[in-house]
C-alpha cells in the first residue's frame, strides 16, 4: 500500500505559476512510477504528467507540455509538478498517482494507488 497526499493548489490568475507536491508514505517511494492527472468539472480524469521511478524519463500530454514540469525526490518521498504560464483551462482537480514502472504512463487505469486531491483554480 502506498498512500499519497497532494498539496500546493490554490486560485492565481492566468499566467502565475504552482508547484504541487505529492508526499508518499507507506511502501518504498522509489518502486513506483508516478503520475499527475486532473479532472475539471463535467469531464473525465485526464492524463497530465509521469515519469519512471528513476525519474529519468518522463511524459506529457500535448496540452502542458513546455509548461509543466513533473520531478520527484526519492530521498523525500515526494513528487512535484511545476506549472508555468497557467491558463483558465488549467482549472482543475489534481491528483497524484502511482504504478509500477514500465508499460503504459498515459492509462489513468494503470495507476493503482492515488491521492485525495487538490483544487487548481486559474482566473482569466
Known amino acids: 500500500q502506498v498512500q499519497l497526499v497532494e498539496s500546493g493548489g490554490g486560485l492565481v490568475q492566468a499566467g502565475g505559476s504552482l508547484r504541487l507536491s505529492c508526499v508518499a508514505s507507506?511502501?518504498?517511494?522509489?518502486?513506483?512510477?508516478m503520475g499527475w492527472f486532473r479532472q475539471a468539472p463535467g469531464k473525465e480524469r485526464e492524463f497530465v504528467a509521469a515519469?519512471?521511478?528513476?525519474?529519468?524519463?518522463?511524459y506529457y500530454a500535448d496540452s502542458v507540455k513546455g509548461r509543466f514540469t513533473i520531478s520527484r525526490d526519492n530521498g523525500k518521498n515526494t513528487l512535484y509538478l511545476q506549472m508555468n504560464t497557467l491558463k483558465p483551462e488549467d482549472t482543475a482537480v489534481y491528483y497524484c498517482?502511482?504504478?509500477?514502472?514500465?508499460?503504459?504512463?498515459?492509462?489513468?487505469?494503470?495507476?493503482?494507488?492515488w491521492g485525495q486531491g487538490t483544487q487548481v483554480t486559474v482566473s482569466s
Open positions: 507507506g511502501r518504498t517511494f522509489s518502486s513506483y512510477a
Open positions: 515519469l519512471t521511478l528513476s525519474g529519468r524519463l518522463t
Open positions: 498517482a502511482a504504478k509500477r514502472d514500465g508499460g503504459d504512463y498515459y492509462l489513468r487505469g494503470l495507476y493503482n494507488y
